[in-house]
């Protein structure tokens, strides 16, 4: 038997060495260089704690002037108090002046990571059984080393779009209670982040537990992130005469009543869309139950079956959840104070008074004062219109046939709130399929497919294009 007929039978088999030779075949030169940017900018730490953005940034940008963008069209944006904290703004100039430019957005930042904690280093990228794992190898590093990979493509493929393609680069999404690049961008510079549409994180495709491709997400809008501070106080007295009035049960109760209570079912646009489309890939039951949500979203039935979903119930209603307790002063006085966080996830379109009102209502309990922490960032979610769910289907179609895009409103946040509100319909799409278990993400041992990561940045780069070009 021929070498090659050999070969071909130990692959139809899927037996030993032949199959993995077929795997480990060299990567293609511009594939070499991606996962060389990619694992340079990986392996640059961009904690807060003892990383720099701003490293990161600038390491980008020397890839971009070496592609031959001019100084002028790349810059690097820092609060001169947080040198660290650095942003790279970058621009490949369209041939329409007037169209809206197009928005890569991407965070370099990174959650915190402990070397005791992790199998491997955190910030050394390693490949291993078919995955890339590093702290940020999938958030958000994976989109922000495509991006400026293409911005290289796009200069030596003299791809001139009709619209500007801006690339910005941010740090501090993961530590906007500190500092964040898009919120201080928006009030420093706002000309940078002005956009017609922008990419960012938020949604990616989902695998199935065999690895197959089950639908692909697009996301538009997000909850919105809003702290509660609960605080019942009582004169308090000694412990040994207990009174019925006493702080920590007024707020346990409280607390209780919001354990089983929810808000009601509002449906939008992205999650009226998600519904319909997630049900054709479901069983029959569940699917007749979102099909019954998003007939009539006060069908208790249908309703009370989809909340089984942790997620399906977060994208429907807001949620209220109690996240920290703090009371009592001493171990043997009744207690004179008892505090609690509660954290909700607000629906775009109701305001954080509403939901205050709800939970005073549901606490019943004039003694505990309610206090919203900070202010939240409301933001209408962008429009789902076909000038932006026909280019991503179309190039979806060509690498993942049959697969669906599905949109989605996230329930956790991005930056793209910030981008939302200041007027650029930011959209969630990364093209990158992602298992079941959220892939390490935030928690330890982060990982990302290595052929997710190579697909994602296929669709990225054909997607942008088609967005840039869009009349
Ligand atoms: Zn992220």
Same mark, same amino acid.
């Given at each position: 038997?021929s070498?090659?007929r050999?070969?071909a039978? $130990?692959?139809?088999?899927g037996?030993g060495?032949? !199959?993995?030779?077929?795997?480990e075949?060299p990567?293609?030169p511009?594939l070499?260089r991606?996962?060389? %940017?990619?694992?340079? %900018?990986?392996?640059t730490?961009?904690?807060?704690?003892?990383?720099s953005?701003?490293l990161?940034a600038e390491?980008?940008?020397? *890839? $971009?002037?070496a592609?031959?963008?001019?100084?002028?069209d790349?810059?690097?944006?820092?609060?001169?108090?947080?040198?660290?904290?650095?942003?790279l703004?970058?621009?490949?100039?369209?041939?329409?002046?007037r169209a809206?430019p197009l928005?890569?957005?991407a965070?370099i930042d990174?959650?915190?990571?402990n070397?005791? /904690?992790?199998?491997r280093?955190?910030?050394? %990228?390693?490949e291993?059984?078919?995955?890339?794992?590093a702290?940020?190898? +999938? /958030?958000d590093k994976a989109?922000?080393?495509?991006?400026?990979? !293409?911005?290289?493509r796009?200069r030596?493929e003299?791809?001139k779009?009709?619209?500007?393609?801006?690339?910005?680069?941010?740090?501090?999404e993961?530590?906007?209670?500190?500092?964040?690049?898009?919120e201080?961008?928006?009030?420093?510079?706002?000309?940078?982040l002005?956009?017609g $549409?922008?990419l960012?994180e &938020?949604?990616?495709?989902r695998?199935?537990?065999?690895?197959?491709?089950q639908?692909? &997400?697009i996301?538009?809008g997000?909850?919105?992130?809003?702290?509660?501070?609960?605080?019942?106080t009582? =004169?308090g007295g000694? !412990?040994s005469?207990p009174?019925?009035?006493n702080?920590?049960y *007024?707020?346990?109760?409280?607390l209780a009543?919001l354990g089983?209570?929810?808000?009601p079912?509002?449906?939008n646009?992205?999650t009226?869309l998600?519904f319909?489309?997630?049900?054709?890939l479901?069983?029959?039951?569940?699917?007749?139950?979102? *099909?019954?949500?998003v007939?009539? =979203?006060t069908?208790?039935?249908?309703v009370?079956?989809?909340s089984?979903?942790?997620s399906r119930? +977060?994208?429907?209603?807001?949620?209220c959840?109690?996240?920290?307790?703090n009371?009592?002063h001493?171990?043997n006085?009744?207690?004179?104070r008892?505090?609690a966080?509660?954290?909700c996830?607000?629906?775009?379109?109701?305001?954080?008074?509403q939901?205050?009102?709800?939970l005073a209502?549901?606490f019943a309990? !004039?003694?505990?004062?309610i206090?919203?922490?900070g /202010?939240?960032?409301?933001?209408?979610?962008?429009?789902?219109?076909?000038a932006?769910?026909?280019?991503?289907r179309?190039?979806?179609a060509t690498i993942?046939?049959?697969?669906? %895009?599905i =949109?989605?409103?996230s329930?956790?946040?991005?930056d793209?709130r910030?981008?939302?509100?200041a007027g650029?319909?930011?959209y @969630?799409l990364?093209?990158?399929?992602?298992? =079941?278990? @959220?892939?390490?993400?935030?928690?330890?041992n982060?990982r990302?497919?290595?052929? +997710?990561?190579y697909? @994602?940045?296929?669709f990225l780069?054909a997607?942008?294009?088609l967005?840039?070009?869009?009349?």
């Amino acid at each position: 038997m021929s070498l090659l007929r050999l070969t071909a039978a $130990l692959l139809t088999l899927g037996l030993g060495a032949g !199959s993995a030779q077929a795997e480990e075949a060299p990567l293609a030169p511009d594939l070499v260089r991606f996962k060389g %940017l990619y694992k340079e %900018l990986v392996e640059t730490n961009t904690t807060l704690s003892v990383g720099s953005c701003t490293l990161a940034a600038e390491r980008m940008a020397a *890839r $971009l002037k070496a592609a031959g963008y001019p100084d002028a069209d790349i810059r690097i944006l820092a609060p001169e108090d947080r040198p660290k904290d650095g942003n790279l703004i970058a621009i490949l100039h369209g041939k329409d002046p007037r169209a809206a430019p197009l928005m890569l957005l991407a965070h370099i930042d990174v959650v915190e990571a402990n070397r005791a /904690d992790w199998v491997r280093d955190p910030f050394t %990228l390693i490949e291993e059984g078919g995955y890339f794992y590093a702290r940020g190898a +999938s /958030d958000d590093k994976a989109m922000a080393a495509v991006f400026v990979d !293409s911005m290289v493509r796009f200069r030596e493929e003299g791809f001139k779009p009709r619209r500007d393609i801006k690339l910005a680069l941010t740090c501090g999404e993961e530590t906007a209670d500190i500092f964040n690049g898009v919120e201080w961008l928006l009030k420093n510079h706002p000309d940078t982040l002005k956009a017609g $549409l922008a990419l960012n994180e &938020g949604a990616g495709g989902r695998l199935d537990a065999a690895g197959r491709p089950q639908f692909l &997400g697009i996301q538009a809008g997000e909850k919105v992130y809003q702290d509660f501070t609960l605080e019942i106080t009582n =004169p308090g007295g000694h !412990s040994s005469r207990p009174l019925k009035d006493n702080a920590i049960y *007024r707020l346990s109760n409280a607390l209780a009543r919001l354990g089983a209570h929810d808000f009601p079912v509002a449906l939008n646009d992205a999650t009226r869309l998600n519904f319909t489309e997630v049900a054709k890939l479901e069983t029959p039951e569940t699917a007749a139950a979102l *099909r019954g949500v998003v007939a009539d =979203p006060t069908n208790a039935e249908a309703v009370a079956q989809v909340s089984r979903d942790p997620s399906r119930n +977060s994208m429907m209603r807001t949620t209220c959840v109690a996240t920290m307790v703090n009371a009592g002063h001493a171990p043997n006085a009744l207690p004179q104070r008892a505090a609690a966080n509660v954290n909700c996830r607000i629906l775009p379109g109701v305001s954080v008074a509403q939901v205050q009102a709800e939970l005073a209502a549901v606490f019943a309990d !004039s003694g505990i004062r309610i206090t919203p922490l900070g /202010d939240a960032d409301p933001s209408t979610p962008p429009p789902l219109t076909e000038a932006v769910l026909g280019p991503a289907r179309k190039v979806a179609a060509t690498i993942w046939p049959g697969v669906p %895009l599905i =949109p989605a409103m996230s329930t956790g946040a991005t930056d793209g709130r910030f981008t939302n509100a200041a007027g650029t319909p930011t959209y @969630g799409l990364s093209g990158m399929f992602g298992d =079941p278990d @959220g892939g390490g993400t935030h928690g330890l041992n982060e990982r990302i497919r290595v052929r +997710s990561l190579y697909d @994602g940045r296929t669709f990225l780069h054909a997607v942008t294009k088609l967005y840039a070009d869009q009349k």
